[in-house]
């Protein structure tokens, strides 16, 4: 850890005002490096009071994201993930997936903002800065193509038990990808996956998670306006850190435990769509349909005005009124 990232260290484990004298001693450098090391913190987004005479402190609605806030959070497990924070790319997926190939497993991309964020379909995801936590991990399954699908529900299920832990809220999901709060949007999930040709198999997934923490202060564009949603109305200090953590610390654990499929049932009783009628959007047009279930593929079964069933493995769908 450099003398910043230690100077960040001491500030985020308290909440009172340190002063120079005693941050140059705990460091030791002057008082001259400590004021150089604050306004590089500034520049990087960490909002930082300076108080004559009493010295500095984090503001209490500080919200950077730093790799090393993260490593803290996740404790014990910290050892398993080579953690990058960056403070804007493109888009995290992307920028991982053009150097996935030397890269071990669990690398994991956070960027403050995106560029040119990503959703699916190749639709646009607002990443602001400041208000939203973009992160992309790479994982090495040893799956077939056909259950490629279970990464993005387990993901799922790991971002409504990090909301749940953090935000005391449980969300729902709406199939496939989508995360629920009071009806709206908070958090969009897309897996990449690239294939082993000789095999079929599946040799990496770069599995992206984008959340609404906080809504960004000019509001979410008009597009958007009617559907998208925030975890919380305002900034909680380093809760993009936690965040991060917290969704880390869970899809580990269930990853773990991939082959037995436990997320499964949990996966199923938060989906919101089952009972509903809906549009099932296809290339050439949309029918509509009731849906079922959720089955033990993660798919989902739906009923057409037919009576035909299908099992539903990967597409889009909307919500009809009731």
Known sequence: MDKKETLLNILEHTDAFISGSELAARLGVTRAAVWKYIRMLEGEGCEIEAVTNRGYRLSPSNDMITAEGIRRELGELSGQFSIEVVRECTSTNSVLKEKAAGLPEWYTLIAGSQSDGRGRRNRSFHSPAGTGLYMSVLLRPQLPIGDAVLITAAAAVAVCRAL?????????????????????????????????????????????????????????????????????????????????AAFLRHFF????????????????????LPGRRILVLQAGGSRPAAALDIDDRCRLTVRYDDGTQEALSSGEVSVLPD
């Open 164 to 244: 749940e832990e953090l935000s005391g809220v449980c969300p729902g999901i709406k199939w496939v990808n989508d995360i629920l709060l009071y009806g709206r949007k908070i958090c969009g999930i897309l897996s990449e996956a690239s294939l082993d040709m000789e095999s079929g198999a599946v040799e990496s997934v770069i599995l992206g998670v984008g959340i609404n923490v906080t809504p960004p202060a000019e509001g979410f564009p008009p597009a958007l306006s009617d559907t998208a949603g925030a975890v919380f109305p305002n900034r909680q200090r380093n809760m993009r850190s936690r965040m991060a």
């Open 253 to 272: 654990r269930i990853y773990a435990d991939f082959p037995n499929r436990g997320f499964v049932p949990e996966y199923r009783s938060l989906n919101v």
